[in-house]
């Protein structure tokens, strides 16, 4: 397609070849609906998205005419894709019917936005000149647009909007409609009191912001901006689950009384991946949020790279035509076709409860930062640019309207604001907590936050009872069938509980006392390892029975969902809607552990940071299925070191519990405790069954999670072993094998925050031993051994601390399953002999 960057676009009115004497009028209006967006006047410029050449649209004549009118103008629409025909109709009906006149009251709003939007970054530009602030210069047509938006939402029934957005325009917004004081923007750039955030914080273009805003039906919209990184789109799925959170919280019309708006750059909507993971969770149960609003503020431009070079396709939006959901293509220096479209887009999703995408296209005044000078790689295009008026100017003329005393009023009232900026003493908060995170606290441990985790023999028999029972018109699978048998006889003490039942007695024991319990990934209501069956399927009708949601008739609510292929857009969409319902055991799970590195943009810039960076709390907890059997580089090692490299300040939790009852306790006080943190959560996979690794069933009225288990069988041990997880468990059975009672085996169940005192007593429990030795099944780069090893010394004080660990290699593991185990005898081998720093050294 021709993307020339020398030519201005051609005039779309090229005289047509064919007359429409033999087409009707609905096959005229018909072509032109399926193709007419390829001949809109688009590009404010006229440089980019000329007409293109489509023989079916060369007709001549009054109906032509206009459907030209409708489809070839300022607005291209792209509806014709999808399936429904209602909806192609209610689509092709309004944009067919005669646009309302703009009212003078009206028009003068628009202005206002208009020249508020520009003043305030004019003013930004000539006060803090060489400071970034991504201006929305180009694109203000997006004030008046949000302002449509709400004000029709908020007629339809909304209450709410979240909305998430990339640094272009984020100031902007915040002053324009999210009611932000100018002076509270212009501090972030004086930087008062930067003591106060030493260490954290974040720039003034990626932190969130709340505010209200007044409708013209006499209602207030809450309005809620989601803190973001500079990691475009990587956002979208956070504003989404948190969109959900907010809707589920209402008792119904939820989808109708949250509005989520997502808004979007050019470049990134066509070029990052999380997007497409997003936009494909817009359907899917469990992730639905009743339609989004999608607004690319389109610069045709991505920071130096052009249209061709962003995108393969004409339009960046053309990824969103995969599904079945309209998009409109906005020539953003048209106001009134600008806001027609916002109006237009709350009402479809509304109908509908669809995404809506609006590629709102206009052009960048400056260059990606204003630090830039875009003129070195677009010379032609910023020729124009500098002889091109603002939109204000250009739309104050179209009105006849002197906008000139405005101007020097608003200019006088922003630099009024810079003024009072200078004099701020804090750094302005511009966002504030939902109530419902009053009961929550962050910041360092206190072992005040620590609460009872154990339940009665008698509940989990009553619990046990519920979950192993189906109806009897239910057709169970014979192995299923026996399972819930074995778990009848475990929640009765006749056998020690798995993992697989410890987890349902967790979630059950929540639910019936209130706690909801949401749990999402790939495979999870079966389990990757066939270890949870938490929904059940008749072999008959393949109908479902979950026995978790048949507790009792006041029970709270649980989810389980398969989620799609996807790991960065779900963790997000989880990691989001942890951060509006902190009532809620919030759970992501992992095929295998190393696949969360696809979710690594949101473990780094979301869950591990967002306390520190935006002072943000999340409960979101990671099961991450870890261990080395022979399976390859693939799905052994959850990378425990990467999520201990990223701890600090007390930001998250990082355990692996070791037996069934701990893997009970540990979910159970992540869900009661206050101290609300991000946990992660190594979990099993051959260790799921093992007889070392099940627990009896008074483990599970122990009053807590242990962050170390101490050596119990061995009184005075000479040697101590300290390990997580299950090398533990191999070590023990072979430790039993040979007899051996001199050499004691400590598992430390949680990593951090790092628990040095119980560490410390379980160590000295035994004086006699002089060896501590860290044994890992990881190679030395990996796993906790560059964690743990100048902590343990510490802990051990004047004792001998030595390490067992796999060499260093630039792969997890071996792809031979002989060769694993070869490395794991011989790691079990060195862990219990004796003299083991003379075998170290030869």
Known sequence: MDMSTTKLA??????????????????????????????????????????EKVSELDIAGPDADEARKYYCSTVGAEFMHIPSPERRQWIAERLEADALAVDEAAQHRILELLTRADMFEQVIQSRYLGTKRFSLEGVTALI??????????????????????SHRGRLSVMVNTFGKSASDIFSKFEDVDPRS?????????????TGTYPTRNGETMALHLVSNPSHLEAVDPVAMGRARAKQQRYPEKGEEKVLPVLIHGDAAYAGQGIWAETLTLATIEGYTVGGTIQIIVNNLIGFTAEPEESNSTRFSSDISRRLPIPIFHVNAEDPAAVVRIAALAAEYRHAFKSDVVIDLIGYRRHGHSEVDDPTITQPLRYARIKNHPPLYEIYAKQIGADIAPRVQELQAEFAEAQKQATTMQKMAVLAKLPEYWSAYTGGPYKPEYEVETGIS????????????????????????????????????GQ?????????????????KSGTPVRLSGQDSQRGTFNQRHSVLIDIENEESWVPLRHLSDDQAKFEVYNSMLSEAGVLGFEYGYSRDYPECLILWEAQFGDFANGAQIIIDQFISSGEDKWGLLGGVTLLLPHGYEGQGPEHSSARVERYLQLAAHDNMQICQPSTAAQYFHLLRRQALRKWRKPLVVFTPKSMLRHPDAVSPIEDFSRSRFLNVLPETEIQDAKRLLICTGKIGHELRVERKKRGDNTTGIIFLEQMYPWPEAELAAAIQAHPHAHEVIWVQEEPENMGAHAYVLPRLRRVARDRQVLSIK????????????????????TLIELALSSG???KLKR
């Open 836 to 838: 083991l720093q003379e």
């Open 10 to 51: 051609p005039d779309p009115s090229t005289a047509p070849s064919v007359q429409q004497a033999s087409l009707t009028r609905e096959q005229i209006f018909e072509t032109f609906r399926r193709w007419g967006y390829l001949q809109a006047n688009l590009d404010p410029l006229g440089q980019y998205l000329p007409p």
């Open 197 to 209: 955030i030493l260490g954290g914080g974040d720039v003034k273009y990626h932190v969130g912001a």
């Open 457 to 492: 023999r008698e509940e989990i028999g009553e619990l046990t009872r519920a979950l192993t029972s189906y109806p009897e018109s239910f057709h169970i699978h014979a192995k299923i069938k026996k399972l819930l048998e074995q778990r009848a006889e475990m929640g009765s």
């Open 495 to 511: 056998k020690p509980l798995d993992y697989g039942m410890a987890e349902a007695v967790a979630f059950a024991s929540l639910l």
């Open 144 to 165: 008046p647009f949000l302002d449509e938006l709400l004000n029709r939402a908020s007629e339809l029934g909304a209450e709410k909007s979240m909305m998430a957005m």
């Open 806 to 825: 796999r060499s260093a290699a630039a792969s997890p593991a071996t792809g031979s399953p002989k060769a694993h185990e070869m490395e794991q005898r």
